[in-house]
């Protein structure tokens, strides 16, 4: 056993009490964010009133209460909306990359100078506390932009083959998660790339792709060449199947990711999945411990854990485990659940009472299981829609928490005693998105990296996204990849891209 083994080993918490902070509210202004009382669709550079007459609401989850009305798309207006990025498609693809890089430029610095009105409104209509929206959402999705504005006129040194040439109309279906980025991660490489596109926000959160479509419009950008429509699943299947669409990006669940491959397949028409996740964030007894439980809070309570690549499963090795969990007890202690607005908040609302209701059933199927519960103490405000952090201890390796997609503040711990075995229970997973490795020792971190059935592997770190870095799953994650050059590949056409 080497020294540092024997030194975790007899390490403990010492029985200092955690000191109480009180903090004053410190809300931002939620008058930053325009709320219209009701939103047509963008189609040709215009806000339209859908064919018919539908119209669901959007509300606030942390509230309940109403916000705005938002048109339902039918299949006629997905049609208007496919004819229109159609007609963008020659002359968006035919103009140089470098006029397509200004255009996305022009956005990446619209939406940077807008930020704060964008990071207000996300977390209004999604529940997530402003210090997320401020400083991770808005801030990278902007990064998305200005990477792939880089790109537009460099796509024939990509790599990708001679020529690379764009598909034609993208669809675009994507989650609620992370409203703004997820918008952003779909259309910047395909307008780089030269496609133009129909995209669908979610039902519960389309408010932020409808400020966007602002932008598109003050940032000139030619008519047709981003088009977004409203609406449930409906909307969302009528753009998978519409005949006139080339490609179709969607990140959502793994159930409707599985019927939409089903039903492409043979089609022609190329498909990305990006689906769900339930990673393994691994902590070895020589990690540095603090640095580990900052990460194993950050992997599962970022975002009331509505997280496709969540480490929503610690496996922690066997001589350090009441260590680690002691001391994330002590951490989970400190967090603020609260007002999203509040700039002290830490854990925002669940983003809606069916995802609530999804929480409520696995966690309860977890303690049935023979898991131990447990929740810092921590008030939840009497309306909206909330959920303290919850940790489970005990968990067996087949327990339902452990291994289904729980997507909320729910994590699941489990112990390990060798890498073989650490490497074994992580890959006992239908999913493959991404994993963390705590440990001191380089070695072993390439040598973890290299087993784990992963798209991402994160080294001493949990949750960190860069525009450079593309990212992408494996097995029931879904296949293709976000960011990076490989992001590219999934909206050109190219010899090398197709043999
Ligand atoms: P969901 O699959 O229910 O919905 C996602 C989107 O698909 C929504 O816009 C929805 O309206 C639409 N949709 C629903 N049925 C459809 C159909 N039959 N055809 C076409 N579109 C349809 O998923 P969700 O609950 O909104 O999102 C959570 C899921 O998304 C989680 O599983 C999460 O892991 C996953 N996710 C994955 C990534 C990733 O990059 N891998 C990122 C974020 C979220």
């Known amino acids: 056993m080497s020294q540092t083994e024997t030194e975790t080993e007899t390490e403990t918490v010492p029985d200092v009490a955690t000191p109480t902070w009180e903090y004053d509210p410190a809300p931002e202004a939620r008058e930053l964010a325009h709320i219209r009382s009701s939103y047509g669709l963008f189609i040709d550079g215009e806000f339209v009133d859908p064919a018919g007459d539908g119209s669901f609401a ?31 498609f020659g002359p968006w693809s035919a103009a140089s990359g470098r006029d397509r890089g200004r255009y996305l430029f022009r956005l990446a610095r619209l939406l940077a100078e807008r930020a704060r009105e964008f990071a207000v409104l ?18 990278t999705a902007a990064a998305h932009l200005f990477y792939h504005a880089g790109w537009a006129d460099k796509l024939d040194w990509a790599g990708l083959g001679p020529q690379p040439r764009p598909l034609g109309v993208a669809g675009q279906v994507i989650p609620w998660n992370f409203p703004l980025l997820m918008l952003i991660w779909k259309i910047a490489p395909a307008l780089a790339c030269g496609n133009t ?18 932008l598109c419009q003050q940032a000139e950008l030619p008519p047709g060449v981003v088009n977004i429509v409203t609406g449930a699943g409906e909307t969302g299947a009528a753009i998978v199947s519409h005949g006139d669409v080339d490609k179709v990006a969607f990140t959502g669940s793994t159930a409707v990711g599985k019927a939409i491959q089903r039903e492409l397949a043979g089609s022609g028409k190329r498909l990305t999945l990006e689906l769900g996740g339930k990673a393994a964030n691994v902590v070895f007894d020589d ?74 059933s696995l966690v309860d199927i977890g303690e049935a299981e ?7 103490a921590c008030e939840l405000p009497s309306s909206g829609f909330w959920f303290a952090p919850t940790v489970f201890t005990g968990v067996g390796a087949s327990s339902r928490i452990a291994v289904e997609e729980i997507f909320g503040p729910v994590l699941s711990v489990l112990t390990f005693r060798t890498p073989e075995e650490a490497v074994a229970k992580a890959n006992n997973t239908p999913y493959g998105l991404s994993a963390g ?53 999934a909206y050109l056409a190219a010899p090398a891209l197709e043999g």
């Open 370 to 376: 023979g898991g131990e519960r447990w929740s810092p």
């Open 287 to 360: 990690a540095p411990i603090d640095q580990a439980v900052e990460g194993i809070v950050d992997g599962i309570f970022f975002n009331q854990g509505h997280v496709c690549c969540a480490g929503s499963r610690l496996l922690v090795q066997e001589n350090v485990h009441d260590l680690v969990v002691d001391k994330l007890k002590r951490r989970l202690e400190t967090l603020r659940l609260g007002d999203p607005l509040d700039k002290n908040t830490d854990i925002g609302a669940i983003n809606s009472a069916e995802q609530l209701e999804r929480i409520t």
């Open 197 to 214: 596109v129909v995209i669908k926000p979610a039902e519960t959160t389309p408010l932020s792709a409808m400020l966007f479509a602002e």
């Open 122 to 139: 996300e977390s209004i209509d999604n529940g997530k506390p402003i210090r997320e929206t401020r400083d991770i959402d808005v801030p």
């Open 58 to 88: 959007t509300i606030d989850p942390s509230t309940e209460r109403h916000l705005a009305e938002v048109a339902l798309a039918g299949g006629e207006d997905v049609d208007r909306a496919v004819a229109a990025a159609r007609k963008a």
């Open 437 to 489: 490795v705590w440990t001191e020792k380089g070695s072993r971190m390439f040598w973890m990296a290299d087993r784990l059935e992963a798209g991402v592997v994160w080294a001493n770190t949990f949750n960190r996204l860069d525009p450079t870095s593309p990212f992408g799953g494996y097995k029931e994650s879904g296949f293709g990849r976000e960011g990076g050059r490989h992001g590219l590949a």
